[in-house]
């Protein structure tokens, strides 16, 4: 997985629910938590998002992310790329099908 996917999954997961809980984002994207930890301290570094305690709150491990328009920007830009890749990946198998059927149909005396 490269380092555009995760940032990519991670800013999904956070505007779909950024009231999750880092073990709970951890696991279902498939990191550690050190791992998940370490995403959110660059992403915020970064300005793609925000991070907020509550204070007051006895359990004080409990944050919420919020993405800021840079990373709501930044989220768009890995979507299109991402969409990209997969449309020339498309496009790639397309041809090799295309090529391979003709061979066939050559070899077997089709037009």
């Given at each position: 997985m490269?380092?555009?996917?995760?940032?990519f999954?991670?800013l999904?997961?956070?505007k779909k629910d950024s009231?999750?809980?880092q073990?709970?984002?951890?696991?279902?994207?498939?990191?550690?938590v050190?791992?998940?930890n370490?995403?959110?301290?660059?992403l915020?570094?970064?300005g793609?998002?925000?991070?907020?305690?509550?204070?007051?709150?006895?359990?004080k491990l409990?944050?919420?992310y919020?993405?800021?328009?840079?990373?709501?920007?930044?989220?768009?830009?890995?979507?299109i790329?991402?969409?990209?890749r997969?449309?020339e990946?498309?496009?790639?198998?397309?041809?090799?099908?295309?090529?391979?059927?003709?061979?066939n149909n050559?070899?077997?005396g089709?037009?």
């Amino acid at each position: 997985m490269t380092i555009h996917i995760d940032k990519f999954n991670l800013l999904r997961k956070i505007k779909k629910d950024s009231n999750n809980s880092q073990r709970r984002m951890a696991k279902e994207l498939g990191f550690s938590v050190g791992k998940l930890n370490y995403c959110l301290k660059e992403l915020k570094k970064k300005g793609f998002i925000k991070i907020k305690s509550f204070n007051k709150n006895p359990n004080k491990l409990k944050y919420i992310y919020i993405l800021t328009p840079k990373g709501i920007t930044e989220k768009a830009n890995l979507t299109i790329g991402f969409m990209k890749r997969k449309m020339e990946e498309y496009d790639e198998l397309k041809n090799e099908l295309k090529d391979e059927n003709n061979k066939n149909n050559k070899n077997y005396g089709f037009k």
